[in-house]
Structures are given as structure tokens and as C-alpha cells.
């Protein structure tokens, strides 16, 4: 399987290959090997669910050159879907090997993310700031919906990297990087942009829709191997101030 990463022609790194201390390797492993299953297992159920979409589709088409196409993108996909998983996982443990590599983590970053030159506008780049849009409002969206557990993700990658604490957007198994990876990885599929699109939004459903839990049982497993055990939010809680109280019931003012 090729995945190649952005502006090289070499293979991905991978936790074996990266130098990692020997404990974060340890840890990212487990991580890995979590977040693999998890993702694989609702992936597929995605790609069953886009073929379903795509059936439908071509079904209640009443266009026949619509319809034809609808199902010539369905065959397409049920022959290419093989490759969407593998590719997926090889993206995910390249991110989790960058971990303390800041131009990796600035190279698989930048995955799906190309500056446009407004200067020459074509159909490739309108395709590419659809899909771009898509995917970055999904990830948004789960990114507000999972706020503590990233948060407390962020603290606990500060710390298996050597480095402060890592935003959302920076975080190798947050709803950006997961988006990124993905996007590359539908390369595979040679679908067009209407189909690339139902299955962004069947990856929302599907797949993001259990994001929250997951990014929980991250937590829990890197607090078991030990990242920051006992780490926890407590929000901050002002005491309510009285402003301009008045007189006590039951009492006069003192006559000037």
C-alpha cells in the first residue's frame, strides 16, 4: 500500500521507525493499536453505508444517464474499497510517529490543506476547497463537542512529546488530523468530487459520531500507562459579589 506523504516519494514513518524513547513508543503503541480498531471497525461501516447511499441514488434516478452513473461510482467503489482501511491506519501511525517531530507533523499537516492560487482557478482547485470545507466544518463541529477530553489529550501529548501541550488542531488522533488522514486516503477509492462528498458526510455520521467516546477512552488508557495519572479539569468557580446591597428589611434609614 503507498501513502506517500505530501511533496516526498519515500514510505510513511512508522512507531518502529521513529526516533522515540523507548517508554512513548511503548505508549503509542497501545494508543495505535486502540484507536486502529476502533477506527477500522467503523470505517467499514461507512463504506457499507456510502454503498447503500449510492444504491439508492442510482435507484430513484430519473435521469438514465444519472442513473448509469451513480452505479458505474458504486462499482467503482466496491472495487477500490479494499484499499481505504489499510491506507487510513498507515496515515494514522504516521501521525503518531511525528509526535515529536515538528517537520513531519508540519508535513502531514498540511495533507489536504494545498494554498489555493486564486490567480488561476480551476475546476481541481473548486473540487479541493469543497471538499476542504466539508471536512474541515465536520471536524470543527466534533472538535466543540469533545472539548474536555481533547483538552486533557492535549496535556497528556505535551507530555509524550517533551513539548507544551497540544492544541486540537495539532493533535495526531484529534478530529483535524482524522479528517486529513482520510482525505488522503479516499485517493485510493478514484471516485468523483459528489461521491468523495457523500462519503465525507457518511464519515460525520458513522464514524465521528462516536469521536467523544473515543477520545475518552484515549484518555483513559494513557492515564493508565501512566501519562499524567492524575490529571484532571476542575473549572474555575468565582464567588458571586454582592453589588450595591441594600438595607436590611425591617430597618429604617438614619434620617440625615
Known amino acids: ?23 512513548v513508543r511503548r505508549v503509542l503503541e497501545h494508543l495505535l493499536s486502540l484507536v486502529s480498531d476502533e477506527m477500522a471497525r467503523h470505517l467499514s461501516q461507512m463504506l ?10 442510482a435507484d430513484h434516478a430519473r435521469n438514465p444517464g444519472i442513473q ?19 491506507r487510513y491506519l498507515i496515515g494514522l501511525e504516521a501521525a503518531l510517529a511525528g509526535v515529536r517531530d515538528p517537520k513531519l507533523s508540519q508535513k502531514i499537516a498540511a495533507t489536504g490543506s494545498k494554498q489555493t492560487n486564486f490567480r488561476n482557478l480551476s475546476l481541481v482547485d473548486d ?39 497540544f492544541d486540537a488542531e495539532r493533535l495526531p488522533v484529534g478530529p483535524q488530523q482524522l ?12 471516485i468523483g468530487l459528489e461521491a468523495r462528498l457523500l462519503l465525507f458526510r457518511t464519515f460525520d455520521r458513522v464514524v465521528m459520531a462516536h469521536y467523544t467516546h473515543l477520545a475518552e477512552t484515549m484518555n483513559a488508557l494513557l492515564e493508565r500507562d501512566g501519562i499524567l495519572p492524575s490529571l ?10 454582592l453589588q450595591n446591597p441594600k438595607p436590611h428589611a425591617g430597618k429604617k434609614a438614619t434620617p440625615a
Open 1 to 23: 500500500v503507498s501513502f506517500d506523504l505530501p511533496g516526498t516519494h519515500s514510505p510513511p514513518p512508522t512507531l518502529a521507525s521513529a526516533n522515540l524513547p523507548r517508554r
Open 48 to 57: 457499507n453505508e456510502a454503498e447503500q447511499q449510492l444504491f439508492r441514488l
Open 68 to 86: 448509469a452513473g451513480h452505479m458505474e461510482t458504486l462499482r467503482t467503489l466496491r472495487l477500490n474499497r479494499a484499499d481505504l482501511v489499510p
Open 127 to 165: 473540487e479541493s476547497m469543497d471538499e476542504e470545507s466539508v471536512l474541515r466544518d465536520i471536524a470543527l463541529r466534533h472538535e466543540s463537542r469533545s472539548s474536555l477530553p481533547l483538552h486533557l489529550l492535549g496535556q497528556r501529548f505535551g507530555v509524550l512529546s517533551g513539548a507544551p501541550a
Open 179 to 190: 479528517r486529513r488522514i482520510l482525505r488522503e486516503a479516499t485517493n485510493a477509492l478514484q
Open 232 to 241: 484532571a479539569y476542575v473549572p474555575l468557580r468565582l464567588r458571586p459579589t
